[in-house]
């Protein structure tokens, strides 16, 4: 704004608010040029954190990029979503749905799959309020 006003203020006819402008042009465009110098080394900053982290997931095997352009997430990145980060440990949210059918299927026999199964369409239900 500033630097817009001493802008308009060049256009006026006014020479001693001229000059009084003037001498500020100097001080006021090196704010603006360290200002700008801060937007763009941060905006390249959170560029290099968003460009690692999306390296990092691919690599990683939880994401996968796509033709298109975009990207998308990976059984393993899928089955990853129920992990906590708690007291410096990464672990299981046992709470979560997900991690509540893993538990039952988990802990399932082959003879008993349909009854697990079973269950698991009753937990889910009861879950989503239709039970």
Request: charged share 30%; hydrophobic share 35%.
């Given at each position: ?6 802008d ?30 801060e ?35 990976t059984s393993?990145?899928?089955s ?10 990464i ?41």
């Amino acid at each position: 704004m500033k630097n817009d006003f001493a802008d308009i203020v060049e256009m006026t006819d006014d020479e001693e608010l001229k000059s009084r402008v003037r001498q500020q042009i100097p001080a006021v465009k090196e704010k603006i040029n360290v200002l700008e110098n801060e937007q763009r080394y941060d905006r390249h900053r959170q560029e290099a954190i968003y460009e690692g982290t999306l390296e990092f997931l691919i690599s990683e095997q939880l994401l996968r990029e796509l033709e298109s352009g975009g990207y998308q997430l990976t059984s393993k990145g899928f089955s990853h979503l129920n992990m906590v980060f708690e007291s410096g440990k990464i672990s299981d949210d046992r709470r979560s749905n997900i991690a509540i059918l893993k538990t039952i299927f988990e802990k399932s026999s082959d003879t008993s799959l349909q009854v697990a199964a079973s269950t698991a369409v009753n937990v889910i239900t009861r879950m989503i309020g239709y039970g």
